[in-house]
């Protein structure tokens, strides 16, 4: 009763606050959402299946420039860009799981951050597909049954109803077949083995749902901003969406989502610290990580054995 109570409270406050807050407030909530996109494919990755990722940010780049391309150069609508993004992005996933089934732990980190630095290149330096460093401009916001979603309420609620669906969808996969092996995989390889559990195919299909979450997420990136250029999507990203699930805390639905919040958001709100406020996060997160490394909710899931 608790745990839909909490719910419906965070879904009203969601809704009904952004209604007050200026453009700038607007524009960083409608990140935090896509954000939370990008942080819960990880977490089926990492969280649930127990495969390193260090590329997500290249896969919401992916995304990003695919949706991009294809509506500014091409006139492609944006709903129809949508299957290009995930799709690309599933495929090149699928590619980037393939070590995961030779190497592991740290290993695999080096591949897949190897694989975010080779991305981030070819975003960089292949002018005449991704515009280089100048990036893309013009990018259009998608309509809805013939609305525009140019003003930032508008697009916020959009990207809400967008995060609303890929967590029920997270949610479906968690409680699948799907989501059992995954666990299987994380716990023990081995045992899932013996069990029947195709440890190959479960290992790629980790990695390819994740990476298919980013790659959706890119897609409302690059229209969020109405441009796009490669510095969102170096490794310094990866590593924040990483932060982002490990903080809130892994294998769990709510976890990203208070990741994305402590990560994007948290900044900001201690800015009235001016020049100490990262320093104040930064000693905020080692002592999160140091004191409750299951992250926020396994410390309130601490907690409410006491309540």
């Known amino acids: 009763m608790l745990r839909w109570s909490l719910l419906a409270v965070f879904a009203a406050v969601l809704i009904l606050v ?8 607007l524009f960083l909530m409608s990140n935090w ?13 990492i969280g649930y299946a127990g495969q390193i990722s260090l590329a997500q940010a290249g896969f919401m780049g992916i995304g990003a420039y695919t949706s991009a391309i294809l ?3 091409y006139g492609i609508d944006f709903w129809l860009t949508l299957p290009a993004s995930a799709g690309l992005s599933f495929l090149i996933g699928i590619v980037v799981g393939y070590p995961a089934l030779r190497v592991q732990h740290h290993y695999l980190a ?7 630095i080779l991305i981030y290149l070819l975003f960089r330096n292949e002018d005449w597909l991704t515009g280089g460093a100048f990036g893309i401009f ?39 077949p799907w989501g059992r092996a995954f666990a299987a995989l994380r716990e023990n390889p081995i045992r899932a083995a013996s069990l029947g559990v195709d440890i190959r195919a479960y290992t790629l299909l980790a990695f390819a749902i994740g990476s298919a979450f980013a790659g959706l997420a890119g897609s409302f990136y690059a229209s969020l901003l109405e441009f796009i250029d490669p510095y969102p999507f170096a490794f310094e990203y990866s590593l924040a969406f990483l932060l ?13 989502l208070i990741g994305a919040g402590l990560v994007l958001l948290l900044p900001e709100w201690l800015r009235f610290a001016k ?5 104040i996060y930064a000693i905020f ?22 309540l």
């Open 244 to 256: 982002m699930v490990i903080s809130g805390g892994s294998a769990t639905l709510s976890g990203p």
């Open 110 to 116: 080096f591949v897949t951050l190897g694989f975010n």
């Open 285 to 306: 997160v080692m002592a999160l990580m140091a004191f409750c490394p299951t992250g926020v909710v396994g410390l309130w899931q601490r907690l409410t054995v006491y």
């Open 33 to 45: 959402v896509i954000f939370c996109v990008v942080a819960t494919g990880l977490n089926l990755t």
């Open 18 to 25: 952004p209604t007050q807050l200026k453009p700038y407030g």
């Open 71 to 73: 509506m500014t150069r």
């Open 138 to 176: 013009d990018v259009p916001r998608p309509s809805v049954f013939g609305y525009p979603t140019n003003e930032p309420l508008a697009f916020y609620y959009l990207s809400l109803a967008f995060l609303a669906v890929m967590v029920a969808l997270a949610w479906w996969i968690v409680r699948s």
């Open 275 to 279: 020049d100490y406020y990262l320093m």
